[in-house]
């Protein structure tokens, strides 16, 4: 038995046992959610207005710098609950440290010390390349979408009637959790090629054998997760596209490691062989004297 399978069997326990640290696991996660839900509803106000901001950069490129970044809420309770939304987002993108830390402390044991070695990197990566894609959505994205629509007013005067951009605050919101979750999801991609590439279910050729349908797929996806506009289509499908790009990278330098590795395990292999054999003549040679 191999030192990995005596870690695991190592580790093994009964059911009941494993239910009760998955319930462990299970407590630590939610109230570390519901910390930072109640931390960010408290600050709910302030995130609203640190999302709004990309809708003032909008209002100054269009060259509206006259006038005031208004939003409104037609119902009563629309602001309240916009803040609820907020506070769970702003919560669960917190938490998942603590939620990933969780989920992989209670899968750790039955994995062996490569695959835990391995799986580690990609907990660190997954949460950077969410916060890159978010970020690529504040600071540039959301600004040319909100920068779109309000190209889209008209002053009036004679023969026009005025039409001015006053966004809900529930529909403004949703708009920007919507890009901040595509990019985010987008930005998983290499991190999620990379572990199948791991695991040997997809490979470097077979992902640039596919590449056309990628391109095709990447377009379709934009149209669904992104609003109907050019602006943000295109903007999501062309990272999706290089995206895919890096993964057929990635993939390729996994299957060299790959390679390398199996090169020196039966170099290994060779070597211990050839001492066994070695070891097995002279032992040989010692019997046949007289």
Same mark, same amino acid.
């Given at each position: 038995?191999?030192?990995d ?6 580790s093994?326990a ?5 239910l009760?640290?998955l319930?462990?696991?299970?407590? %630590?996660a !939610? =109230?570390g959610f519901?910390?930072a ?5 408290y600050?709910a106000?302030?995130?609203?207005n ?6 003032? %950069?909008?209002?100054?490129?269009? =060259? *509206?710098d006259h006038?005031?970044v208004d ?8 602001f309240?609950? +916009?803040?609820?939304?907020? #506070?769970?987002?702003?919560?669960? !993108? ?8 969780q989920?992989?402390?209670?899968? #750790?044991?039955?994995?062996? $010390?490569n695959e835990?070695h ?6 660190v990566?997954?949460p950077i @390349?969410f916060?890159?894609g /978010?970020?690529?959505v504040y600071?540039?994205?959301?600004p040319?979408?909100? %920068?779109?629509?309000l190209?889209?007013e008209?002053?009036g005067?004679?023969g026009?009637?005025s039409?001015s ?5 529930s529909e403004? @919101? ?16 290499p991190?999620v090629t990379?572990?199948? /590439?791991r695991? =040997?279910m997809?490979?470097?050729? =077979?992902?640039?054998?596919?590449r056309?349908?990628a391109?095709?797929f990447?377009f379709?996806? /934009?149209?669904?997760?992104t609003p109907?506009d050019? !602006?943000?289509?295109?903007g999501?499908?062309?990272p +999706?596209?290089l ?6 990278i990635?993939a390729?330098m996994?299957?060299?490691? $790959?390679?390398?590795?199996?090169s020196a395990?039966?170099a290994?292999?060779e +070597?211990e062989?050839a001492? +066994?054999?070695? /070891?097995? *003549?002279?032992?040989?040679?010692h019997g046949s004297?007289p």
């Amino acid at each position: 038995m191999s030192k990995d399978e005596v870690d695991i069997e190592a580790s093994s326990a009964p059911l009941m046992e494993h239910l009760i640290e998955l319930r462990q696991r299970l407590m %630590w996660a !939610v =109230g570390g959610f519901f910390v930072a839900f109640l931390g960010c509803f408290y600050f709910a106000k302030q995130l609203f207005n640190f999302l709004v901001q990309p809708f003032k %950069w909008a209002v100054e490129w269009a =060259g *509206l710098d006259h006038r005031n970044v208004d939003l409104i809420y037609t119902a009563p309770q629309e602001f309240f609950f +916009t803040q609820i939304k907020i #506070a769970m987002f702003g919560g669960l !993108v917190i938490a998942f440290p603590l939620i990933a830390a969780q989920v992989y402390k209670f899968v #750790a044991p039955g994995l062996y $010390r490569n695959e835990r070695h391995a799986f580690l990197p990609f907990l660190v990566a997954s949460p950077i @390349l969410f916060l890159i894609g /978010a970020a690529l959505v504040y600071f540039f994205f959301m600004p040319m979408v909100m %920068w779109f629509f309000l190209s889209m007013e008209q002053s009036g005067g004679e023969g026009q009637v005025s039409i001015s951009l006053l966004p809900k605050v529930s529909e403004y @919101l949703g708009l920007v959790m919507t890009l901040i979750f595509s990019f985010g999801l987008v930005f998983q991609l290499p991190v999620v090629t990379t572990l199948l /590439a791991r695991v =040997g279910m997809v490979s470097a050729d =077979g992902l640039k054998e596919k590449r056309k349908y990628a391109i095709v797929f990447a377009f379709i996806a /934009a149209a669904i997760l992104t609003p109907p506009d050019p !602006v943000s289509q295109i903007g999501l499908a062309l990272p +999706t596209i290089l995206l895919y790009e890096i993964s057929i990278i990635t993939a390729r330098m996994v299957e060299k490691q $790959r390679a390398a590795r199996e090169s020196a395990k039966e170099a290994e292999e060779e +070597t211990e062989s050839a001492d +066994t054999s070695k /070891a097995d *003549l002279e032992e040989q040679g010692h019997g046949s004297m007289p």
